[in-house]
């Protein structure tokens, strides 16, 4: 049985899609059952409803208030019967009552390698520090900023000249091949929590 989604957006919706094309062509068994948006002008909305998808777009008043809009989106994920939420370029953090709800079952996508350039800034950082080597993590969100359990990482080697939006692109591209792979592990429960914290990936 399909594993059930709710995806967390802010902007253009890239991973979003790359999500969405893994479902249609079979290659991730999982359904997305809600997207929720945090701007009521987030490109993303529009991929989702080309694809059909049940979306949620909350005020900037009840953002106001950080904790009551994560009670929102969590009561509405609980009554889409959704199992892991899906941060997809959702520039806000999420607190306690979205995390514990879903315990170990939020999962976020960061366009480096953690524990190096956390924030929202990651990309821009590393490209001014000269690194020669990043990448992308997947990890699960918790109280901690980019500071969760890592599911998978990628490394990126960096080219000699590449402007600030080549590796971008590059990082992107990563993104949208790894993020599907990552839920497909946590879609067949085979990602599992270990008591020291750390994520191992076995059989199911």
């Not at 991973?15 to 009521?40: H, K, T, W």
């Not at 989702?48 to 904790?67: D, F």
């Not at 790894?178 to 067949?188: D, T």
């Amino acid at each position: 049985m399909s594993t059930k989604l709710g995806v967390l957006i802010s902007g253009s919706g890239t991973n979003l899609q790359a999500i969405i094309d893994r479902i249609a062509d079979g290659s991730l068994d999982a359904s997305i059952e809600l997207v929720v948006a945090s701007r009521p002008d987030a490109a993303g909305l529009k991929r989702a409803e080309a694809a059909g998808l049940q979306t949620l777009t909350l005020s900037k008043e009840i953002y106001g208030n950080v904790l009551m809009a994560d009670e929102v989106i969590a009561a509405e994920l609980v009554r889409h019967d959704v199992e892991y939420v899906i941060m997809a370029g959702y520039m806000r953090k999420v607190h306690d009552p979205l995390l514990a709800t879903f315990p170990n079952r939020v999962v976020n996508l960061h366009p480096a390698l953690l524990p190096s350039f956390p924030g929202a800034h990651a990309i821009q950082e590393a490209y001014d520090r000269g690194v020669k080597v990043t990448g992308v993590t997947v990890h699960l969100a918790n109280a901690a900023y980019d500071a969760g359990p890592i599911i998978a990482q990628r490394a990126l080697t960096v080219e000699e000249g590449w402007t600030l939006e080549e590796l971008e692109g590059h990082i992107h591209q990563i993104e949208h091949e790894l993020y599907p792979e990552a839920i497909g592990l946590l879609c067949a429960g085979r990602v599992h929590v270990r008591e020291d914290g750390r994520v191992g990936v076995g059989p199911a």
